[in-house]
């Protein structure tokens, strides 16, 4: 088993940034692939950001330019700066992984998760 836990979420206004962290333990490994996603109230789940083990990251579009995901595999843990806040970001973020190394854009695919941590911009 895989145990995910996020941390760094909170209230900001518009403009403004948080840097959500991901601490794995137990069977996780380096190789694995590593995202976070959110789901606002009544919204599907939708990724935001996936790193590959190679170290190679993906956006969705909506936060290109303002996100950026990165890992530190010594300390075993991930990382989400989020710059230029908007309250379309406003959601539940949440942290997964998946073994295989290759990252899919739907959260169908990942196995592992943590139990989420909010992030609320105000206007």
């Known amino acids: 088993q895989v145990q995910l836990v996020e941390s760094g979420g909170g209230s900001v206004q518009a403009g403004g940034s948080l840097r959500l962290s991901c601490a794995a333990s137990?069977?996780?490994?380096?190789?694995?692939?590593m995202g976070w996603f959110r789901q606002a109230p009544g919204k599907e789940r939708e990724g935001v950001a996936t790193?590959?083990?190679?170290?190679?990251?993906s956006y969705t579009d909506s936060v290109k330019g303002r996100f950026t995901i990165s890992k530190d595999n010594p300390k075993l843990t991930l990382y989400l700066q989020m710059n230029s806040l908007k309250p379309e970001d406003t959601a539940m973020y949440y942290c997964?992984?998946?073994?295989?190394?290759?990252?899919?854009?739907?959260?169908?695919?990942?196995?592992?998760w943590g139990q989420g941590t909010q992030v609320t911009v105000s206007a």
């Open positions: 997964a992984a998946r073994p295989g190394g290759y990252c899919y854009t739907s959260y169908k695919a990942y196995n592992y």
């Open positions: 137990g069977y996780y490994h380096s190789s694995y692939c």
């Open positions: 790193i590959d083990s190679a170290g190679i990251s």
